[in-house]
Antibody
Framework: EVQLVESGGGLVQPGGSLRLSCAASGFTFSSYWMQWVRQAPGKGLVWVSR????????SYADSVKGRFTISRDNAKDTLYLQMNSLRAEDTAVYYC??????????????WGQGTLVTVSS | DIQMTQSPSSLSASVGDRVTITCRASQSISSYLNWYQQKPGKAPKVLIYAASSLQSGVPSRFSGSGSGADFTLTISSLQPEDFATYYC?????????FGGGTKVEIK
């Protein structure tokens, strides 16, 4: 069974930093693209970042570019999101997600339970 | 970046109704369009990928259509468990974008 378990969320002051982790199990982690998706309280889903299976390619939403860094450790089956210069508008539940690949098509086929990040003084 | 616009943002419907949700991309994305369902307090789950392919295990009352920039999710006969929020997401190129969501409520 595919499992994605996020950790590292919490309360941080504006301008601060936080590192999220996502422990993967039940599948060959090193074979999949992975994503971070966030959802502010009562709001919609927002795509944050994406990283290729071998870490050679990463992309970001404009709202986090230059402040957030996605990375992975395939030896530890773990995905990370380093978040710097945090703002109040970064407050959200952050989901780790696996991107499945079917005959040339990509879709998110597994999600973690999410970890809440609150940016407030 | 590609922008995704969903409509309506919410709708009220009764059990048994046919429901249609639309999603428009700011540029052509071929058929790189997915639909997700999210229930309160839960992670989303994929319903449709590649614009019209039904994910394994998803009931056949869900269907997707469209290509280029205009897409539709249809629920042929709304069931009590279908009351939820639905999101489209483009998977064209290196970045991803979600639509704003459509909340389907009980009339």
């Amino acid at each position: 069974e595919v499992q994605l378990v996020e950790s590292g969320g919490g309360l941080v002051q504006p301008g601060g930093s936080l590192r999220l982790s996502c422990a993967a199990s039940g599948f060959t982690f090193s074979s999949y693209w992975m994503q971070w998706v966030r959802q502010a309280p009562g709001k919609g889903l927002v795509w944050v970042s994406r990283i290729k299976s071998d870490e050679s390619t990463a992309s970001y939403a404009d709202s986090v570019k230059g402040r957030f860094t996605i990375s992975r450790d395939n030896a530890k089956d773990t995905l990370y999101l380093q978040m710097n210069s945090l703002r109040a508008e970064d407050t959200a539940v952050y989901y780790c997600a696996r991107e499945g690949y079917s005959s040339g098509w990509y879709e998110i086929d597994s999600w973690g339970q999410g970890t809440l990040v609150t940016v407030s003084s | 970046d590609i922008q995704m616009t969903q409509s309506p943002s919410s709708l009220s419907a009764s059990v048994g109704d046919r429901v249609t949700i639309t999603c428009r991309a700011s540029q052509s994305i071929s058929s790189y369009l997915n639909w997700y369902q999210q229930k309160p307090g839960k992670a989303p789950k994929v319903l449709i990928y590649a614009a019209s392919s039904l994910q394994s295990g998803v009931p056949s009352r869900f269907s997707g259509s469209g290509s280029g920039a205009d897409f539709t999710l249809t629920i042929s006969s709304l069931q009590p468990e279908d009351f939820a929020t639905y999101y489209c997401q483009q998977s064209y190129g290196t970045t991803r974008t979600f639509g704003g969501g459509t909340k389907v409520e009980i009339k």
